[in-house]
């Protein structure tokens, strides 16, 4: 029989010592701050954030250098935090039409009305390496450590606690500058919509209440509000091979990019006692609306249809490739078969959430001794009636077996012998 594992309690303490050891790297080097992680990778603040589904830059942050810069465990750590907070209210629906635009840009009209920005973008680089950064850490000292630490200071003495900040600040995670609130700026969308070219999907009073992921579990055929929360919160990685598969041909998709926004819009409630909404703040944002051309069938004539991705932060590649996965959903209520996985509701949302997922597939690291003992003691039973009913194994066969018999004793050998 196998050896199990010994320590337990021990061994599990003297792990977390190692990880935190690893997590620090060498100590003659200035450690990595919140506010650095926060203010300097401000897109992958903007993930954690958004796949965990809590706006909090600075949380983001923490959970960034808790996970040495694993994501995904940021995105885990972020997203159980999550769930010990009290729900206090809902706010009203954001209006991303007056949106502090900060980059904006469309695919499908080169002159559009309020003009195309091209913002903070990776598009027009040349993905060269960049050798001079490395001059920078070179002049990174210990005294610089200090500095970053009073900089940290002064900036929680002002309030910068990753909260929705003032638009007078000089600027936040998202990289974003300050820019004054301008007027509502017109979609590229409303263009097509006004000539009847595009599906309507206005809100009014008959819209249902959107599903509530949180209190309510997911269920297929799932609402589109249900589906739009659910890809908001799935793995960027995930959607984006979906996303990728349906311009490959796996799904009868021909997308545009109708518009790309990113910038700040308000935070509104509405409290009870005062019967009309209230500015708290703003928050960072990307929206991507992704028209795709549809054949119509006899009550719709032919027109261009809409998906639609929206992620906190600068997340240009998660709203693209949400939009992208939210079209696909909407095979079957616009009279089209589904043929690829992009398509298939239960395939996308039970296998979109990275949290979960990482579960399911990491628990194979814990010990299952039982189960696999069982699972030993079958096979060499079916291998028995094998030999019984066509003849004996062949001699390399039995080799076999017995040196997989004798391998837990040769490892005790070596162990001792160490």
């Known amino acids: ?13 003297q792990s977390w010592d190692l990880l935190a050891k690893a997590r620090r790297g060498d100590t003659s080097i ?35 250098k808790q996970a040495a810069g694993d994501l995904v465990e940021a995105i885990f750590l972020l997203r159980a935090y ?17 949106m502090r635009l900060s980059r904006r840009i469309s695919a499908t009209f080169k002159d559009v009305p309020g003009g195309q920005l091209l ?16 001059a920078e850490d070179e002049a990174a000292t210990a005294p610089l450590a200090g500095e970053v630490r009073e900089h940290a200071k002064d900036a929680s003495d002002a309030g910068d606690a990753g909260d929705a900040g003032d638009a ?8 974003i500058p300050p820019l004054p609130p ?18 309507s999907l206005r809100a009014d009073d008959l819209d249902p209440e959107p599903h509530d992921l949180v209190h309510t579990p997911l269920f297929t055929p799932a609402s589109r509000t249900a589906r739009l929360q659910n890809l908001a919160r799935g793995d960027e990685g995930f959607l984006l091979a979906l996303g990728y598969s349906t311009q490959r041909g796996y799904g009868n998709d021909h997308p545009f990019a109708g518009e790309i926004r990113i910038g700040h819009v308000a935070i509104e409630i509405e409290p009870e006692e005062l019967g009309f909404p209230i500015d708290i703040g703003e928050i960072a944002v990307t929206e991507c609306q992704m028209v795709t051309q549809f054949g119509g069938n006899q009550d719709v004539p032919p027109q261009f249809t809409q998906g639609y991705g929206l992620a906190f932060g600068h997340n240009e590649r998660k709203a693209l490739a949400m939009s992208l996965v939210d079209r696909a959903l909407r095979t079957q ?17 039970y296998h979109s959430d990275n949290v979960e997922a990482s579960g399911f597939v990491q ?50 050998d070596k162990q001792e012998a160490a």
């Open 363 to 412: 628990h194979l690291k814990l010990p299952h001794y039982v189960d696999f003992q069982a699972e030993l003691e079958l096979v060499r039973r079916l291998r028995a009636e094998h030999a019984a009913k066509y003849g004996a194994q062949a001699p390399d066969a039995d080799k076999a077996n017995e040196a997989d018999e004798a391998a837990p004793t040769a490892t005790q």
């Open 119 to 134: 913002g903070a973008t990776y598009d027009y680089t040349q993905r060269l390496l960049d050798f001079a950064l490395l």
């Open 168 to 175: 007078s600040d000089a600027s936040d995670a998202t990289g």
């Open 1 to 13: 029989m196998y050896v199990a594992v010994k320590g337990g309690e021990r061994a599990i303490e």
């Open 82 to 98: 999550r769930t010990t907070l009290p729900r206090l209210g809902t706010t009203t629906p954001i209006d991303t039409a007056a």
């Open 30 to 64: 200035p450690a990595l701050t919140v506010t650095q992680i926060r203010e300097q990778m401000r897109l992958a603040v903007a993930r954690v954030m958004s796949e965990g589904a809590l706006y909090d830059e600075t949380l983001a942050a923490l959970a960034i």
């Open 333 to 349: 209520e616009l009279g089209d078969a589904i043929t690829s996985p992009a398509q298939q509701q239960e395939f996308v949302l």
């Open 182 to 199: 301008i007027d509502t700026t017109p979609r590229v969308t409303d263009i097509l919509g006004r000539d009847g070219l595009l599906e």
